[in-house]
């Protein structure tokens, strides 16, 4: 009888133990899913945010160097950038340790009509909430619709102004995210979400705007998208 409830005990233990591990598996899958799964489970193109949501509610990551920047060009103090060379960073944990979503951001963004398109898919038409995660090495900004437009699904939102710290320069960037909105209405299927600078004098009198490390929408709805591998083909690092 000893040994009988010895076995049943060791038995009960693994079998718990296999339990632990498919929970852990399932919510690396959940975290990993939408994204591009280079198995980080967040700053992989679409993150998780975790715990730090109310219940029902996820907050998703999207990274700006994962949208079509192909065609996209800026002037830069020392030239203009062009296409996948508008990601910065080298995807390092030195670099996420600077608080770079992912290790990498986009910039600049110093032209009139500069536009990083998000296209977003949602499994049902719900609210949410909009996050910036922007930067500058210009002066700080105060960035407003008249000179950053946002919109969602052709549907300028109108936002009190946020301001940007400036940081010492490109590798030394910071970031902080800045709410754009907390009832923007998704779509069932696909969403555009846009980040559009319009002409100012952020840049010596010149047009000029943020550096953009990532997007983030929180919502109940299950969101999903296609990045587009910019870094693998990047020549800023």
């Given at each position: 009888?000893?040994?009988?409830?010895?076995?049943?005990?060791?038995?009960?233990?693994?079998?718990?133990?296999?339990?632990?591990?498919?929970?852990?598996?399932?919510?690396?899958?959940?975290?990993?899913?939408?994204?591009?799964?280079?198995?980080?489970?967040n700053g992989d193109g679409t993150g998780n945010?975790?715990?730090?949501?109310?219940?029902?509610?996820?907050?998703?990551?999207?990274e700006a160097e994962y949208v079509d920047l192909d065609g996209l060009y800026s002037p830069s103090y020392s030239g203009s950038v062009y296409g996948a060379d508008l990601v910065y960073g080298g995807g390092t944990q030195a670099d996420k340790?600077?608080?770079?979503?992912?290790?990498?951001?986009?910039?600049?963004?110093?032209?009139?009509?500069?536009?990083?398109?998000?296209?977003?898919?949602?499994?049902?038409a719900k609210s949410a909430t909009l996050i910036i995660r922007v930067g500058s090495e210009l002066p700080d900004l105060a960035l407003a619709p008249s000179n950053f437009e946002i919109k969602v699904n052709a549907a300028a939102l109108?936002?009190?102004?946020?301001?940007?710290?400036?940081?010492?320069?490109?590798?030394?960037?910071?970031f902080a995210d800045k709410t754009v909105s907390t009832?923007?209405?998704l779509a069932q299927g696909e969403n555009e979400i846009t980040l559009t600078v319009k002409a100012n004098t952020f840049k010596g009198g010149d047009t000029g705007g943020p550096m953009v490390d990532c997007i983030k929408i929180k919502t109940e709805a299950s969101l999903t998208w296609t990045p587009?591998?910019?870094?693998?083909?990047?020549?800023?690092?």
């Open positions: 009888m000893k040994k009988q409830a010895t076995f049943g005990k060791k038995l009960f233990g693994i079998l718990a133990a296999a339990a632990g591990l498919l929970v852990c598996l399932f919510g690396f899958a959940a975290c990993i899913d939408s994204g591009i799964g280079d198995g980080t489970g945010g975790g715990g730090g949501d109310t219940p029902g509610m996820t907050t998703y990551t999207f340790d600077k608080g770079w979503s992912n290790g990498y951001y986009v910039g600049p963004t110093y032209l009139d009509g500069f536009c990083l398109r998000f296209a977003v898919n949602s499994d049902a109108s936002y009190s102004s946020l301001s940007v710290t400036t940081a010492v320069d490109m590798p030394g960037m910071t009832n923007v209405q587009i591998d910019n870094p693998a083909n990047a020549g800023m690092a």
